[in-house]
């Protein structure tokens, strides 16, 4: 247990736990864990990998995972973190996330090569269930002011918050008490945010099975950026898995180009590296700041364990290629790649207009002071004339690669 413990201490992950040694007795006996993951979409994103990048610890300490993707809870709503009532999913949109992300799920699993895992989508839990088994079994073992008194809800109540998203504890506290009973799971695992909806499930069941039942939480670290801010779907960009959503370039440059300090975080947290290679790779990087090291380091076992080493290599080769502006040499294989990056849509009007039109640059006084001093560039090549038009002769690959200054890159499409 204490080396479970220093392990997840050490890779910024573990914040609570419930009752150390009840935990203590699931590592002891390698028993099961349960993490939940809500298909509000299509595709798993860099927070949820969080969750299944800790299963893969945990698995090597000798404890099993299941995973449980909320076909019905998702259709609910957790209110946990959020400020706000979350969007309704229909059933048919539910149900296609659950699929395509089972399958992203038990790809990942394969690849990190976790033993004995099992994923369950609650939906199963209750789709026999009718409302009077819902309020005569369960409901009446929660208490309201309990309930009122869980930071998801009371942090809500100024804003208001429905019936449905208040009621989300009671249904993730029935899927930890049915996998107790049906899977022995013993240990639920959430972000920082669910210590409250964990702890209803610990009393369900304790009221349920009996107070010396052996059932525990722990929580972890939420991913979060240099400053704080929450990495995942909810605030700014999602880093999704799904390369249809963000391609593997695209999480290749945010990785490269998030701080060292990030980067180093972030090694720790979404990768299985062990202590001794992290230290080795520090060493270096510390020795030689400028080659970016580690950042390059998390790129490759993430986009290799999520993608391919092949896909990761081409991230290099097409990086370096763009950095050299060595545009007319990009290979065709890039087609699809560059048509998913970040860009604007041509159209016939001057490019000076397009990249203002666009708040690519602040006005024709600065698109103009950057021309004049032959910061302007297309596909490398230096612009001279103000009013030229993005015409096809500029067109590679569908894309034309624009220059403004010496940092800001826009790919334009066709």
């Given at each position: 247990?204490?080396e479970?413990?220093?392990?997840?201490?050490w890779?910024?992950?573990?914040?609570d736990?419930?009752?150390?040694?009840?935990?203590?007795?699931?590592?002891?006996?390698?028993g099961?864990?349960?993490?939940g993951?809500?298909?509000?979409?299509?595709?798993?994103?860099?927070?949820?990998?969080?969750s299944?990048?800790?299963?893969?610890?945990?698995?090597?300490?000798?404890?099993?995972?299941?995973?449980?993707?909320?076909g019905?809870?998702?259709m609910?709503?957790?209110?946990?973190?959020?400020?706000?009532?979350?969007e309704?999913?229909?059933?048919?949109?539910?149900?296609?996330?659950?699929?395509?992300?089972?399958?992203?799920?038990?790809?990942?699993?394969?690849?990190?090569?976790?033993?004995?895992?099992?994923?369950?989508?609650?939906?199963?839990?209750?789709?026999?269930?009718?409302?009077?088994?819902?309020?005569?079994?369960?409901?009446?073992?929660?208490?309201?002011?309990?309930?009122?008194?869980?930071?998801?809800?009371k942090?809500?109540?100024?804003n208001?918050?429905?019936?449905?998203?208040?009621?989300?504890?009671?249904?993730?506290?029935?899927?930890?008490?049915?996998?107790?009973?049906?899977?022995?799971?013993?240990?639920?695992?959430?972000?920082?945010?669910?210590?409250?909806?964990?702890v209803?499930?610990?009393?369900?069941?304790?009221?349920?099975?009996?107070?010396?039942?052996?059932?525990?939480?722990?929580?972890?670290?939420?991913?979060?950026?240099?400053?704080?801010?929450?990495?995942?779907?909810?605030?700014?960009?999602?880093?999704?898995?799904s390369?249809?959503?963000?391609?593997?370039?695209?999480?290749?440059?945010?990785?490269l180009?998030?701080?060292?300090?990030?980067?180093?975080?972030?090694?720790?947290?979404?990768t299985d590296?062990?202590?001794?290679?992290?230290?080795?790779?520090?060493?270096?990087?510390?020795?030689?700041?400028?080659?970016?090291?580690?950042?390059?380091?998390?790129?490759?076992?993430f986009?290799?364990?999520?993608?391919?080493?092949?896909?990761?290599d081409?991230?290099?080769?097409?990086?370096?290629?763009?950095?050299?502006?060595?545009y007319?040499?990009?290979?065709n294989?890039?087609?699809?790649?560059?048509?998913?990056?970040?860009?604007?849509?041509?159209?016939?009007?001057?490019?000076?207009?397009?990249?203002?039109?666009?708040?690519k640059?602040?006005?024709?006084?600065?698109?103009?002071?950057?021309?004049k001093?032959?910061?302007?560039?297309?596909?490398?090549?230096?612009?001279?004339?103000?009013?030229?038009?993005?015409?096809?002769?500029?067109?590679?690959?569908?894309?034309?690669?624009i220059?403004?200054?010496?940092?800001?890159?826009?790919?334009?499409?066709?």
């Amino acid at each position: 247990m204490k080396e479970l413990l220093n392990d997840l201490e050490w890779r910024g992950l573990y914040k609570d736990i419930t009752n150390k040694e009840s935990i203590s007795k699931v590592v002891q006996e390698k028993g099961k864990f349960y993490i939940g993951i809500d298909p509000t979409s299509d595709s798993i994103h860099l927070g949820h990998f969080l969750s299944l990048n800790l299963s893969k610890i945990l698995n090597n300490h000798g404890l099993n995972p299941v995973i449980v993707i909320g076909g019905f809870t998702g259709m609910i709503g957790d209110p946990s973190g959020r400020n706000s009532e979350r969007e309704v999913v229909d059933k048919k949109t539910i149900k296609e996330n659950v699929n395509k992300i089972t399958i992203q799920i038990k790809n990942i699993l394969k690849k990190q090569n976790i033993k004995n895992a099992k994923i369950i989508d609650n939906t199963k839990i209750y789709e026999s269930m009718s409302i009077i088994d819902l309020y005569q079994k369960y409901g009446k073992h929660f208490n309201v002011n309990t309930m009122l008194s869980k930071d998801s809800v009371k942090n809500r109540i100024c804003n208001g918050i429905s019936y449905t998203e208040f009621s989300y504890q009671l249904f993730q506290a029935i899927d930890f008490l049915t996998l107790f009973r049906e899977e022995k799971v013993q240990l639920q695992l959430g972000g920082s945010d669910q210590w409250g909806n964990i702890v209803a499930g610990i009393d369900l069941i304790r009221k349920l099975e009996g107070t010396e039942t052996n059932a525990c939480g722990m929580t972890i670290n939420l991913l979060t950026d240099e400053n704080g801010n929450k990495i995942g779907k909810t605030q700014g960009k999602p880093i999704w898995l799904s390369k249809e959503k963000t391609s593997p370039y695209e999480i290749y440059q945010y990785f490269l180009n998030v701080s060292d300090e990030l980067a180093e975080k972030l090694l720790r947290q979404v990768t299985d590296i062990s202590k001794e290679d992290y230290d080795g790779i520090i060493k270096l990087c510390h020795a030689n700041r400028k080659d970016k090291l580690i950042n390059k380091e998390l790129s490759k076992r993430f986009i290799s364990l999520i993608h391919s080493e092949k896909e990761f290599d081409e991230c290099v080769e097409l990086s370096k290629l763009l950095f050299e502006e060595k545009y007319t040499l990009i290979p065709n294989k890039f087609k699809k790649t560059l048509e998913m990056l970040p860009s604007i849509k041509n159209k016939d009007i001057s490019l000076m207009d397009l990249l203002i039109e666009e708040e690519k640059v602040k006005s024709r006084r600065e698109y103009r002071e950057f021309l004049k001093n032959g910061c302007i560039k297309i596909n490398g090549e230096k612009v001279i004339d103000e009013n030229l038009k993005l015409k096809e002769q500029f067109i590679l690959n569908n894309v034309a690669f624009i220059n403004i200054g010496k940092k800001n890159k826009v790919i334009v499409h066709k």
